[in-house]
């Protein structure tokens, strides 16, 4: 029989979070791998979605999102960023942060293009371009002075005449780091300078840590115009199942996404967008809480994992911890994430996965600490036998 999976997809498989969630279920492993918090989100908010189910939210909602969350994404940008974005024509609402990506991707760039990403890339990235027939240009993110950053030479060498578009995640997953304004202001020239757009994933917006700031490439001179920005309520809220972003952006740009959305899904989960929207109106204090227990989250993490003997990256944002294996006699992250069920009763996600050539990050594995404390202390005390 012929192989019936489109060329273009083939190679892609099985999402490496799909595949360690399951060996963690299989193994009974602590899963430190995907990353999805073990606590639930504000209550108020899972009521407003009960709320909205009981109270006749069922059907169909308007294509771009519930006028009430685009509203409520509006006001967010506006009052978080100054960022002014028309609710009717420059806010969309997607099913989760994924779509958004996807929906910008097919609808920006297509057969012939190139696409530049950071790598390592949050996985959907790669396949999304593939889906588009374009080609993924990465640049690599390297550990300098404990923190991954990009060379900006490097970056302005990506970019060829059929370049398109540029993916830009920060604060970044796996990496941690979230982009100072230098950086963005070298992303933002070469934006400029070649007339690119900028998709922003900005999923971690409000999970930052040591005073780092998020800063919105749409804020930099010259990129309001050409930045298609999206996010969801996944991270921010603790309600990765809820699968509810949003893309803002230019009109035209907006306009291009909606194309494909309507096609892809047509309209979002009506119910998730009124939790939604009284999340980003009412739950910004519960955020802060959250942020600040991730930052705690995180040092504990770090320092468990230095004391089982990884060389950590300290990430300034999102759920994730980048450990180097080498320091414990390990090469090959893949073999490691396989095999740490049995040796250690824990799973974590292998790096390599998220780069086309798969030496550029084969002694990484990435851990999350978006979990319990007491998690966190079983985890890390099963890792210390890894010694
Ligand atoms: N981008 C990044 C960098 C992520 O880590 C994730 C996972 N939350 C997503 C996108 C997908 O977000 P969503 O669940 O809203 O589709
Ligand atoms: N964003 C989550 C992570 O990086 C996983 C999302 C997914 O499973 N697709 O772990």
Redo the contacts with the bound molecule.
């Keep these: 029989m012929t192989e019936p999976l489109v060329e273009r997809m083939r190679g892609f498989g099985t999402t490496i979070f799909a595949e360690m969630s399951a060996l963690a279920a299989r193994t009974g492993a602590i899963n430190l791998g995907q990353?999805f918090p073990d606590t639930d989100g504000p209550p108020a908010m899972l009521e407003a979605a009960v709320a909205a189910i009981m109270g006749g939210g069922n059907q169909y909602p308007p294509g771009p999102g519930l006028p009430e969350l685009r509203a409520a994404v509006a006001a967010q940008k506006r009052e978080r960023y100054g960022l002014d974005y028309d609710p009717d024509g420059e806010v969309y609402v997607t099913v989760?942060?994924?779509?958004g990506?996807a929906a910008a991707v097919l609808a920006l760039a297509g057969p012939g293009d190139e696409v530049i990403a950071f790598e390592p890339t949050?996985d959907?990235y790669a396949a999304t371009v593939a889906l588009a027939g374009a080609a993924l240009r990465p640049v690599l993110l390297r550990p300098d002075g404990g923190r991954f950053t990009f060379d900006p030479a490097e970056l302005r060498a990506a970019v060829t005449p059929r370049t398109r578009l540029i993916l830009v995640?920060s604060p970044h997953?796996p990496c941690g780091t979230v982009f100072t304004r230098a950086e963005l202001a070298e992303i933002a020239a070469v934006c400029r300078d070649h007339d690119l757009v900028a998709v922003t994933?900005e999923?971690?917006e409000y999970l930052t840590f040591d005073g780092a700031e998020h800063v919105p490439l749409a804020t930099l001179p010259g990129m309001r115009e050409r930045t298609v920005a999206v996010s969801?309520v996944?991270?921010t809220f603790s309600v990765?199942g809820w699968?509810t972003?949003w893309v803002t952006g230019p009109e035209r740009h907006v306009r291009a996404v909606q194309t494909v959305k309507q096609f892809l899904t047509y309209a979002t989960g009506g119910p998730w967008q009124h939790a939604a929207a009284h999340g980003l109106r009412r739950e910004l204090a519960w955020v802060e809480d959250l942020r600040a227990s991730l930052e705690r989250k995180r040092d504990r993490l770090v320092g468990g994992l230095e004391a089982a003997g990884f060389t950590v990256h300290r990430p300034q944002g999102t759920y994730f911890v980048q450990a180097d294996i080498r320091p414990l006699g390990y090469t090959d992250g893949v073999d490691l994430a396989r095999a740490l069920p049995e040796k250690a009763g824990v799973v974590a996600v292998p790096t390599q996965v998220f780069y086309q050539r798969p030496a550029d990050g084969a002694h990484f594995v990435r851990f999350a600490f978006c979990k319990r404390d007491d998690v966190i202390d079983e985890a890390v005390e099963r890792l210390t036998r890894l010694r």
Excluded at 96 to 99: L, P
């Design positions: 990353g989760g942060a994924t779509e990506i949050y959907s995640n997953n994933d999923v971690y969801s996944g991270k990765t699968k972003g």
